[in-house]
């Protein structure tokens, strides 16, 4: 971080210049959005979060790693063990 951003913040939180570098570098990543996750939201998506118990925000992650044939990357127990067994790479 920029030693300019120094000051002091609550425990855990992000001075506002901390903040703003933090936006600065996610802005400059390659980030593409998925626009078929909407269109699978309420079929596939679902279906994965009930077959494997998961939040429908996970099993998103799943159904797009899934329908690309790509690794899943995630530190989430549950997330990991049906990646795993959906028979997916798994980075934890």
Excluded at 46 to 62: E, F, P, S
């Amino acid at each position: 971080m920029n030693p300019s951003c120094r000051g002091t913040t609550r425990e855990g939180r992000l001075t506002q210049c901390e903040l703003t570098e933090c936006f600065t570098l996610l802005a400059a990543l390659p980030i593409m959005t998925d626009g078929e996750c909407a269109a699978r939201a309420w079929r596939d998506t679902v279906h994965l979060a009930q077959k494997y118990t998961l939040t429908v925000y996970d099993a998103a992650y799943l159904e797009m790693a899934m329908r690309l044939g790509c690794g899943l990357a995630t530190l989430d127990k549950a997330l990991r063990a049906a990646a795993k067994q959906a028979g997916l790479a798994v980075l934890a």
